[in-house]
Every structure is written in C-alpha cells, then in structure tokens.
C-alpha cells in the first residue's frame, strides 16, 4: 500500500515557477515508478512527466518538455514536479500517482493516486 499526499500549489502569474512535491508512505516507494497528471474543468486527466523507480528515465508531455522537471528523492520517499515558464493553460489540478509498471502515459497503468493540487495560473 502507497499513500501519497500532493502540496506546492498555488495561484501564480504567468511566467513564474513552482514546485510541487508528492510524499509518499510506504516502505516500497522506490520500487514504483511515479507520475504527474493533470486536469482541468471539463477536461480529462492528462499525463505531464513521469519518472521510472530508479531515477534513471523520464518522461514528459510534449506540451511540458523544457519548462517542467520530474525528479525523485527515493531516501525522503518523495517526487517533486519543477515548473517553470507557467502558462494560463497549465492551470489543472495535478495529481501524482504510483505504478509498478506500464505505459507510464496512461492513467490506468497507475495503482495508487493522491488528492491533487491545484495550480492556477493567471495571465
């Protein structure tokens, strides 16, 4: 079992940066690749980047590549989400979740989820 607990959000500026981290319970973090996902009103869940269990491959969505980083802490058993270069359409509510492997881009292949985190980013 994997608990997961999302915080960093907040209401930004266009342009600005944050940070949002996903600390987990557990002592099989670090087996589990880890991902971030998002969504907007009226909108489905998106995939954003995901990193595999060992650090050593990430992966982001097109619309992210360049402004956002996945990175992972397995001895604070934590992921973190760096966004720069914030946009208006970056406004969603992220969610991590934790995998034991798959399609890192499909929600489905993701067995535990946090809450969510909401990121609103004004123009």
């Known amino acids: 079992q994997v608990q997961l607990v999302e915080s960093g959000g907040g209401l930004v500026q266009a342009g600005d940066s944050l940070r949002l981290s996903c600390a987990a319970s557990?002592?099989?973090?670090?087996?589990?690749?880890m991902g971030w996902f998002r969504q907007a009103p009226g909108n489905q869940r998106e995939f954003v980047a995901a990193?595999?269990?060992?650090?050593?491959?990430?992966y982001y969505a097109d619309s992210v590549k360049g402004r956002f980083t996945i990175s992972r802490d397995n001895a604070k058993i934590t992921v973190y989400l760096q966004m720069n270069s914030l946009k208006p359409e970056d406004t969603a509510v992220y969610y991590c979740?934790?995998?034991?492997?798959?399609?890192?881009?499909?929600?489905?292949?993701?067995?535990?989820w946090g809450q969510g985190t909401q990121v609103t980013v004004s123009s």
């Open positions: 979740a934790a995998s034991r492997g798959g399609v890192y881009w499909r929600p489905v292949e993701y067995d535990y």
């Open positions: 557990g002592r099989t973090f670090s087996s589990y690749d």
């Open positions: 990193i595999k269990w060992s650090g050593g491959k990430t």
